[in-house]
């Protein structure tokens, strides 16, 4: 797998593994998956290898152009796009929505940096709570992936502020790192599990 300077490598940080290993069992084929900021796309390959339909976005474009070589590569079927968020994703809407979201409160300085930095006010996950929900089919599941050096407890302030709360699936310990897998849950949207 290509993994180009500048894209979130999913080997050198546990938490693609983790959301990977947490949703694999629960995407039936030919369920629609979203997933929002795929880095290297390692995660919408397997799943899309297994059946379900994936569309891959992600704001960067030298990570789009990479994922979009490995598919060929693999001879695996995906939809690809770039997009800042859900910009490119008008009325749309997904069974499973799976985000490993950048997350340092610092203001991005270029593509790269949004991988990892969320905004000096923590704006990517205020836009991402307030519009997730025009994305969501009926019964839908959006999983994120956290760890211990983020603030956890202001994210969850956010999804609160948009009537949303982080719901623990999954937690792990992996070397340095803990790590935990959220579903978002709108309690006045019909989500079924979620």
């Known amino acids: 797998m290509l993994i180009e300077p500048g894209v979130f490598h999913p080997g050198f940080f ?3 593994e ?6 694999r069992q629960r995407i039936a084929q030919q369920e629609t998956v979203l997933e929002l900021g795929c880095g290297s796309g390692l995660i919408s390959l397997v799943l899309a290898a297994d059946g379900a339909q994936v569309t891959a976005a992600d704001i960067n474009p030298v990570a789009v152009d990479a994922l979009h070589r490995n ?45 990892w930095f969320c905004g000096q ?4 996950f205020k836009r991402l709570f307030t519009d997730l929900p025009s994305y969501l089919q009926q019964d839908a599941q959006v999983w994120m992936v956290l760890s211990d050096g983020c603030d956890v407890k202001e994210i ?21 790192e803990r790590l935990w897998v959220f579903h978002i ?3 006045n949207l019909t989500q079924g599990n979620v």
């Open 18 to 23: 983790f959301l990977l290993q947490t949703v």
């Open 121 to 124: 006010d923590f704006s990517y």
């Open 14 to 16: 546990y938490s693609t």
């Open 185 to 187: 849950i709108y309690p």
């Open 156 to 176: 969850s302030a956010l999804a609160a502020q948009a009537h949303a709360r982080l719901e623990e699936v999954a937690t792990t310990v992996i070397r340095w």
């Open 71 to 115: 598919a060929d590569r693999n001879q695996i079927i995906l939809e690809i796009i770039q997009s800042d968020l859900f910009s490119a994703l008008s009325g749309r809407r997904f069974h499973h929505i799976l985000i490993n979201p950048p997350f340092y409160p610092k203001d991005p300085a270029n593509d790269a940096e949004r991988a």
